[in-house]
């Protein structure tokens, strides 16, 4: 299961340690990046990074330089490090799209709560962390999918479209709308990349491919019937008077 992806860009190698291994063990996967140059080049071969920690004082190119380039190409969520509260600071890096601003030195525990609140506001992470609808269960916080108990393996992008149907459930979605909201600036190309993804999403649900209706022309429709709704209602409600 692909987790979500964070750049921590520092000079320093041992705050760069110390973030990745609280990130790490909070469940993320970490890329690093010494400086501003290379913080860019890392970040234009992994469009599904989904947050970036940038230090402001770097070698090279700074962090409002890093930030501003970046921002030409994307809306990522952007948290700045700094070693100092100042106020003029802070206001310009609010004006080139900063989301967040942590002061050093800081709690580690302190740093992971904000991560995770930025990608709350962001969407990448959802309040409600776990879905379910018919035989399929989302924890979008550990980023697992269940059917029927059985957990199966999906990539980051078929995670975030299963993610969309769901949350957009009994809606007729184009393929245009599908892919301004799932891809979004991660893909240049065409809208027949989501009849691909689905095409793998619905094999890799088995049975509750067909939740994912086809509707000619236009895009898809996740609808789930209300029989396959109650079978899955009645299910629980057996499997609990049996574990009574």
């Known amino acids: ?20 291994d609280f990130l790490v063990k909070a469940g993320y996967e970490i890329l690093e990046a010494g400086d501003g140059e290379q913080a860019i080049d890392i970040f ?4 599904d990074i989904a947050l970036i920690l940038l ?29 100092k509260s100042d106020e003029r600071d802070e206001l310009a890096g609010f004006g080139l799209g900063v989301d967040e601003y942590i002061t050093k030195p800081f709690s580690p525990k302190i740093l992971v709560a904000r991560v995770e609140a930025v990608l709350r506001r962001s969407g990448d992470v959802s309040q409600e962390s776990i879905l379910e609808v018919g035989d399929i269960k989302m ?24 993610n969309y149907f769901i949350v957009n459930k009994g809606v007729a979605l184009s393929r245009e709308k ?10 240049y190309g065409d ?16 049975e509750c491919g067909d939740y994912i209706k086809t509707i000619w022309g236009m895009g898809y429709k996740f609808e789930v019937s209300e029989d396959e709704g109650s ?14």
């Not at 299961?1 to 990745?20: Q, Y």
């Not at 599908?178 to 893909?187: F, K, T």
């Open 1 to 20: 299961m692909d987790k979500l992806k964070i750049l921590v860009v520092d000079d320093e190698s041992r705050m760069r340690k110390l973030v990745k």
């Open 44 to 47: 234009m071969a992994n469009k």
């Open 55 to 83: 230090d402001v004082m770097m070698p090279k190119m700074d962090g409002f330089e890093t930030c501003k380039e970046i921002r030409k190409y994307s809306d990522v969520p952007i948290i700045m490090l700094t070693a």
């Open 139 to 162: 924890d979008l916080s550990a980023h697992i999918v269940q059917i029927k108990g059985n957990n199966i393996d999906l990539s980051f992008k078929e995670f975030e479209l299963l």
């Open 178 to 187: 599908i892919l301004n909201n799932v891809w979004n600036y991660d893909y």
């Open 191 to 206: 809208a027949r990349t989501i009849d691909t993804h689905v095409k793998k999403l619905r094999s890799k649900l088995g």
């Open 231 to 244: 079978k899955n209602e009645e299910a629980k409600k057996s499997e609990e008077i049996n574990q009574d």
